[in-house]
């Protein structure tokens, strides 16, 4: 696919060489890359590739003229772009030819200073190195941190081989409290049917500012045909300000509202009986749990009138089933709140009031694609690690985190060598040091630490504190494993070689393990990986590269056998007593509260900038350079702080300055701080010092059950900067 200049000819070609095989197997409709981008352009190479410009991976078409990524646009058979691009997906190129790109390994010889070295002596070193530490410490001395992405199956299987259980996601830091609460109500955590949606509520889900770009265009979509939006946020997100209504909620107090929902549909006798006898266990067991929590009783504690509570109950009633809740993803739910657990459950019941699981416009489980093993070419299975993980999570304290980990607790836990000394971590598309929290005890620990490998495509805060940086080739330059959504596969395919020398991950991590004597589990090749996955499906990677996208068999959810201990919803879930908490979703005050000279830091994602990734992308940077602190109009007033000035924000683990922007649109108690900027790293030429980190105040703390990192509970004080 590479060096084939694909023409319309070859493009006709590929599609019935897949349409043959579609006759063979059966089952499966290759789809066709869009025609009209490769007709009347011979010198133009239309590559259907993967974007990574987030996690969500839309399908993009890479053209490609004179060996140069000249042009990005949304592939039209992909069932996530379905033809667009956001913002930053069609900023790629920017990214790909960014002059601060990693060019090449490189090896820290000082504070700040690198030395380019060779693929094989970086290996060689980290290889032995690891072997040492095995030896000394043992295997569970080395922690993986990422962001799980499509390599992550290989990331996981170099641990297992190694004999490693630490394994840690970046879950704590976004949607961990989330999961948690669905995958104990409903086995597993549904989606919303936004285009089909007629009556939708986001408490903190901001869908149009922290972009899933398929949901932004199908609720856009249900707008247009007049589906009701209301926006619960103590500010004017983006999703506020797009929606029918805003509800300036006091900030951590959603709980209390969605309880007094659950109230009054209960109450006034508004759920759907059938579906709640049918699908879901413990009903009488909520009822009575949240029999206290009246509108009147919520007003008080959110700010929002009891009135509006009980109106918005019961037009979302008179909705259902097409009418949801949104899960969410990292705020309310997410990660932001000690009482997001329950705000999750909260939230998990009142849908499964609506008896919209299944329908249209309500919430769905996934179809299950069956793939194929890669097992047999992975090499032997590796015995299961001895040592329990580093963080704790899955054990008797924390049963309900069994794979998000609390990375947050990394700094405490090396300081300490609780409950072993870590002495070595492989860090690998994540940047801790501006994604997690406390960022100055993150770097203490990296400090500590005897070995730190980094694997990235730029340099970033965490990677300057590395022993070895370890460049990856950007997404357009590089395949990966095959992804599935819906009824499709997916394949991320390079468009163009790799300008500099950077290799895939796959080679990254078979390179590491075959140095640190793990040669027999790295016998295999990306494209036999894929081709293992792919085989019951009559597919293979290079058929797959034709087209980057096929349509293949998937069996529905069977919402009457869910994953759950009784097969059903379970409104009241004994897992959580277990626990240590509540039967059903009870009130739980958020862990700290604002005074009148303080205010609680919140924080949250903007539409044009990808967490810390795209600081650097010079498009980006253009349209957003650096964030600012909201601060309501009242409370900057009695501070004399103007929009434009300059101002400190401290709290009780680290300060940053930062400018001030005097707003009606944030809630008093609170201030806010959009993340993604505040850069450290000189090298980062665009990115370097603009803006603020949140990171740097936000105080280490771990919220109960789901162990996540409660970002949102930080106290901050502001002053005008001298
Ligand atoms: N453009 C863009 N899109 C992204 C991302 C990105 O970085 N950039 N990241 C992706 C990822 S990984 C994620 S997790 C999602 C995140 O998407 P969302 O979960 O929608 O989260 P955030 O953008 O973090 O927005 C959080 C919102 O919660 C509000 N909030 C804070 N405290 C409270 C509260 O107590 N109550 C209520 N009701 N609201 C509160 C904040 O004001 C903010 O508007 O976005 C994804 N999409
Ligand atoms: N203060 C504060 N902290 C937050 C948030 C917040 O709103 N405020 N949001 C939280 C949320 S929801 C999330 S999901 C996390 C995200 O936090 P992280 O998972 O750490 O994500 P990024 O900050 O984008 O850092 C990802 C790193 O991956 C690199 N990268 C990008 N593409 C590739 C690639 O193709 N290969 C490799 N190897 N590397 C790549 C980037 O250069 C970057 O250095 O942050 C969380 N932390
Ligand atoms: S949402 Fe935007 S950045 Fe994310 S994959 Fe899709 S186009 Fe790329
Ligand atoms: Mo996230």
Redesign the pocket.
């Known amino acids: 696919m590479l060096e084939q200049k694909i023409t319309r000819r070859t493009f006709l070609k590929g599609s019935l060489a897949a349409g043959a095989l579609a006759t063979f197997g059966g089952k499966l409709i290759p789809i066709e890359p869009a025609k009209a981008a490769a007709a009347g352009q011979a010198e133009t190479r239309v590559v259907p590739t993967l974007c990574e410009m987030?996690?969500?991976k839309c399908g993009v078409l890479a053209h490609v003229r004179d060996g140069r990524v000249w042009r990005l646009t949304g592939n039209p058979r992909d069932p996530q772009s379905g033809g667009r691009l956001?913002?930053?997906g069609n900023a790629g190129t920017k990214t790909l030819y960014d002059p601060d790109r990693l060019k090449g390994p490189m090896k820290r010889v000082g504070e700040g200073q690198f030395q380019p070295i060779s693929w094989e002596q970086a290996f060689q070193e980290i290889g032995s190195k690891l072997k040492e530490l095995k030896e000394q410490y043992g295997p569970q001395s080395l922690v993986w941190l990422a962001h799980p992405e499509l390599i992550s199956p290989l990331e996981k299987h170099f641990m297992a081989a190694f004999g490693s259980p630490n394994y840690t996601g970046h879950g704590p830091t976004?949607?961990s409290s989330r999961n948690v609460a669905f995958e104990q109500m409903y086995g597993g955590v549904p989606g919303v049917d936004y285009r089909n949606v007629r009556y939708y509520i986001?408490?903190?889900?901001?869908?149009t500012?922290?972009?899933?770009n398929p949901d932004v265009q199908k609720i856009v979509a249900a707008k247009a045909e007049g589906a009701h939006l209301v926006a619960?946020?103590?500010?004017l997100?983006?999703?506020?300000y797009f929606a029918d209504e805003w509800l300036p909620?006091?900030?951590?107090?959603?709980l209390a509202m969605v309880l007094a929902m659950i109230n009054v549909l209960i109450n006034e006798n508004l759920y759907d009986a059938a579906f709640v006898a049918a699908y879901t266990t413990g009903f009488e067991e909520l009822k009575k749990g949240v029999s206290g929590y009246t509108p009147d009783w919520a007003a008080g504690i959110t700010g929002i009138e009891a009135g509006t509570i009980s109106r918005i109950a019961r037009e979302l009633a008179a909705a259902k089933p097409a009418a949801a809740v949104d899960p969410?993803?990292?705020?309310?739910t997410?990660s932001?709140?000690g009482n997001s657990v329950q705000a999750g459950r909260a939230i998990a019941a009142l849908n499964a009031l609506l008896g919209n699981l299944g329908a249209r416009g309500g919430l769905s489980l996934p179809p299950t694609i069956k793939l194929g093993s890669p097992a047999g070419i992975m090499g032997p299975k590796p015995p299961a690690a001895t040592a329990p993980r580093w963080d704790g999570a899955g054990s008797e304290k924390w049963p309900l985190n069994k794979d998000h980990g609390m990375i947050q607790t990394f700094p405490e836990r090396v300081k300490q060598d609780q409950p072993y000394p870590v002495k070595a971590v492989i860090i690998q598309h994540l940047n801790p040091v501006r994604s997690s929290t406390d960022s100055l005890a993150f770097i203490e620990a990296l400090k500590k630490l005897d070995l730190v490998v980094a694997i990235d495509i730029q340099m970033n805060d965490t990677a300057y504190y590395a022993h070895y940086i370890l460049p990856e080739a950007t997404y357009l330059e590089r395949y990966d494993p095959l992804m599935t959504v819906g009824n499709k596969v997916l394949l991320r395919q390079p468009a163009i070689k790799p300008l500099f020398d950077n290799k895939g991950a796959e080679e990254i991590i078979a390179g590491i393990g075959r140095a640190a004597g793990l040669s027999e589990y790295f016998n295999f090749t990306l494209e036999q990986y894929n081709d293992a996955l792919l085989g019951p499906l009559g597919l293979t990677q290079a058929q797959l590269a034709l087209t980057g996208v096929a349509e293949v068999e998937a069996s529905k959810p069977d919402y009457s056998k869910l994953k759950t201990p009784s097969g059903k919803i379970e409104l009241a879930c004994p897992a959580f007593v277990k626990a240590g908490s509540t039967l059903t979703p009870a009130w739980e005050p958020?862990l700290v509260e604002p005074r009148d000279d303080s205010f609680?830091l919140?924080?949250?994602?903007?539409?044009?900038?990808?967490?810390t990734?795209t600081d650097n992308n010079s498009y980006l940077h253009a349209i957003m350079p650096e964030n600012e602190l909201w601060i309501h109009t009242s409370r900057a007033g009695k501070l004399g702080i103007k929009t434009g000035d300059l101002v400190e924000v401290a709290s009780k683990v680290g300060k940053v300055r930062v400018k001030a922007r005097v707003t009606e649109a944030?809630h008093p108690e609170?201030v806010?701080l959009a993340?993604?900027f505040g850069c450290r790293v000189p090298l980062r030429h665009l990115a370097y010092n603009r803006g603020a980190n949140g990171g740097d105040l936000i105080p280490i703390m771990t919220a109960p059950v789901s162990g996540a990192a409660a970002q949102?509970e930080t106290l901050v004080t502001v002053r005008k900067a001298g």
């Open positions: 987030c996690g969500v956001c913002a930053r976004c949607y986001a408490f903190g889900r901001n869908l500012g922290g972009i899933k619960v946020d103590p500010r997100s983006d999703f506020a909620i006091r900030p951590g107090t959603d969410g993803w990292h705020a309310v997410g932001q709140y958020p609680r919140i924080q949250g994602h903007v539409p044009m900038h990808t967490h990734t944030i609170a806010f993340h993604g949102c």
